[in-house]
């Protein structure tokens, strides 16, 4: 589980990487925050950097979730 802090850090990013894509869209959402995640679980927290991961993610979402 991770501090409020660190949780409201996660939502701006995935929010921010995921602007364009609809909430319905939910396959390529998931998909980016995995990858974000993943990324502070390894101890990644720069907010410049989760956000360059997750737009890497958008680009690399399998074409049936985009």
């Known amino acids: 589980m991770f501090d ?3 949780t409201a850090l996660l939502r701006a ?3 921010e990487v ?6 319905s869209e ?3 959402r998931v998909h980016v925050a995995s ?10 927290t720069s ?3 989760l956000k360059q991961i997750g737009r890497e993610a958008l680009y ?3 074409t ?3």
């Open 64 to 66: 049936m979730w985009r």
């Open 47 to 49: 907010p410049d950097r």
């Open 13 to 15: 990013v995935l929010d």
């Open 26 to 28: 939910s396959g390529t």
């Open 4 to 6: 409020p802090a660190t």
């Open 35 to 44: 990858r974000i995640l993943e990324a502070v679980n390894k101890g990644d």
């Open 60 to 62: 690399d979402a399998p």
């Open 18 to 23: 995921c602007e364009d894509v609809s909430r």
